[in-house]
């Protein structure tokens, strides 16, 4: 499917630039893409507890991902990931929004998602809130996360890339799952100018 | 001048972390076993480690136990067009002649049930169940929620 996203990706910017110069119009999302910031509906909370909406992500270039704070493994290695990557990007990432939505608001409080990203670069938002919110933003970036009872608990399987976005709320791209950063720093360059 | 080799030796001989300790059982090395600090005792632990199978026999990691976690299981985290999952890994191979990872982003134990919270610093055994080379039991060193691995320097290297 990521392959598949980065093919529509390919021919959604083919497009573009073959209308570019016959008309506006504007052209029709892929139902594959995630949509444009612009395009999407909810409110969450985040970790200190003020109501995020996708309105709050425009002017600045988006870093989000969908995780949850039980995960042992794919999640803290996203994070570390992702810190080692604002490190590296030093100030250029200043104006970028990084954001972790929690795939289990069941268990991730605005609280414990504060604790728990205490632990990673202080740039990263942790979002939460109700289920029927954080499916409307999963939709919206056509994400995906389902919840496995495991032992007498549960965990989820969900959506492991991170999304990018450009600051008028446009979708870049994904850096895939454990990706080299010699592929994901020229990504996330991409948005910031 | 005569005390500072010995003092220099000492100081070396400490700095190897216990994640870097090697330990044997059959053809099997055991090296680098670590895991990351946790949030509280409710959350899942992970662990880690690198096994090198020097044998010309197949083996496989069947199960983990520790008494610092009442349910540790064999987790593979994999995925799916774009969908992270982790089944449930039955048994593991560590093919002759080969070095069966467990690291950040694929195979890794999951310890269920944290009899107390992991700090940076604090050390677990951790019992391994290998199909034919039988059990062994190793030193878990737990290093900070941000750590991607044990820093080690082997000798020679």
Wanted: hydrophobic share 45%.
């Amino acid at each position: 499917m990521i392959l598949g996203l980065g093919g529509a990706v390919g021919s959604v910017a083919f497009m573009v630039g073959l209308g570019a110069w016959r008309t506006r119009d504007i052209v029709p999302t892929d139902p594959r893409l995630p949509l444009p910031v612009t395009a999407m509906d909810w409110s969450l909370t985040d970790h200190r507890g003020a109501t995020v909406t996708p309105a709050n992500w425009i002017g600045r270039p988006v870093m989000a991902f969908f995780g949850f704070t039980f995960c042992p493994d794919v999640c803290p290695t996203t994070l570390n990931d992702i810190s080692d990557w604002l490190e590296a990007l030093g100030t250029e990432v200043e104006r970028l929004t990084v954001v972790l939505i929690s795939v289990d608001p069941e268990r991730d409080t605005p609280a414990v998602l504060a604790d728990y990203l205490s632990n990673f670069d202080p740039r990263i938002v942790g979002l939460t809130g109700s289920l029927s919110e954080v499916q409307k933003a999963a939709a919206g970036f056509r994400a995906m996360f389902e919840k496995l009872p495991r032992d007498g608990d549960y965990t989820m399987n969900h959506t492991a890339g991170v999304f990018l976005y450009h600051a008028d709320g446009r979708f870049a791209s994904i850096i895939d799952f454990h990706e080299d950063r010699r592929f994901a720093i020229p990504k996330i360059r991409r948005i910031l100018t | 001048m005569k005390h500072l080799i010995p003092a220099l030796l000492v100081l070396m001989a400490a700095t190897p972390a216990l994640a870097c300790e090697t330990y044997t059982v059959g053809d099997l090395t055991i090296e680098h076993a670590w895991s990351r600090a946790t949030i509280g005792a409710g959350r899942p632990a992970v662990f880690y480690v690198e096994i090198t199978n020097a044998g010309s026999v197949d083996d496989a990691l069947v199960s983990i136990a520790s008494p610092a976690a009442a349910s540790p299981m064999l987790h593979e985290t994999v995925v799916t067009d774009g969908i992270a999952s982790m089944p449930h890994a039955m048994s593991i191979p560590v093919p002759a002649g080969q070095t069966l990872n467990l690291a950040p982003g694929g195979y890794h134990g999951m310890l269920m049930g944290l009899t107390t919270a992991l700090n940076e610093g604090d050390s677990f055994p951790m019992t391994l169940t290998f199909q034919k080379a039988g059990d062994v039991t190793v030193n878990v060193e737990v290093l900070s929620l941000r750590a991607e691995g044990p820093d080690c320097v082997h000798a020679g290297q």
